[in-house]
């Protein structure tokens, strides 16, 4: 996952949610769509699509951090094996 703005997260909420008031969202009305759905959610929504968005970011920096620890890991036992071939 990559880190994304609080607005991008809500453009893909807002694209996953497919329609808003029976109405389809497609590329044409897609923009205005956003807009309105963002003027008409209440200061809760926001709080807790934040705090949604807060969730994703902290699993991200997780996954992103691990798989830095991972790489390093896999650099740190080549290097050994290369050391090991070199003295054997």
């Known amino acids: ?3 994304q703005t609080f607005e ?4 893909r ?3 996953d949610l497919r329609e ?3 109405v389809p969202i497609i590329k044409d009305n ?3 769509m956003f807009d ?3 003027s008409n959610m209440e200061g809760e929504d926001y709080m807790n699509w934040g705090e949604l968005y807060g969730k994703s970011q902290f699993m991200a920096g997780k996954e992103e951090v691990l798989d830095k620890v991972l790489d390093g890991s896999d650099r740190d ?3 050994e ?3 090991i071939e070199r003295e054997g």
């Open 1 to 3: 996952m990559k880190n």
């Open 20 to 22: 808003v008031g029976g």
């Open 8 to 11: 991008e997260f809500l453009q």
């Open 36 to 38: 309105l759905w963002l």
């Open 77 to 79: 036992n080549k290097n």
């Open 30 to 32: 897609c923009e205005d």
């Open 13 to 15: 909420a807002f694209i």
């Open 81 to 83: 094996d290369n050391m």
